[in-house]
């Protein structure tokens, strides 16, 4: 397995605020949470301009916030943008992460699709229902 490491990405550190609704034009640099509508969204850290949307959920990433800083978990792969750029986002620091091959991105997916699967169907089920 090949792991490369992108170039520098642009932002080193992000600042946030916390939203009600996400605004139309994104800051660089900002992460904007919504705790309303459970989604955390920001400008891609390599400078690229894309949004990257993070839906909050067991499922999918968490969002720690101690007070002062914010951290999301897991990572931030953006392997469907051209800069395929990969870091996390601990106490409001940008961290490099290194790329994934497409091998590696598909086994991701399809972790989170049955992740996904395993939580929606616990939030189906009633507590009150017999089996």
Not at 25 to 33: A, Q
Not at 99 to 114: C, D, H, L, N, P
Request: net charge positive; charged share 25%.
């Amino acid at each position: 397995m090949i792991w490369r490491l992108r170039k520098k990405l642009k932002h080193k550190e992000l600042a946030f605020e916390f939203v009600e609704n996400i605004p139309e034009n994104l800051k660089d640099g900002i992460l904007y949470i919504s705790t309303k509508y459970a989604t955390a969204i920001h400008k891609c850290c390599c400078g690229c301009g894309n949004e990257v949307v993070t839906p909050l959920s067991p499922a999918q990433w968490s969002l720690t916030f101690d007070g002062d800083s914010v951290s999301l978990d897991p990572s931030i792969g953006n392997w469907n943008f051209p800069c395929r750029s990969h870091y996390w986002i601990l106490r409001n620091k940008v961290k490099t992460a290194p790329t994934w091959s497409s091998k590696k991105v598909e086994a991701g997916r399809a972790q989170e699709r049955a992740s996904m699967q395993k939580y929606l169907d616990r939030k189906t089920k009633s507590p009150n229902k017999k089996s």
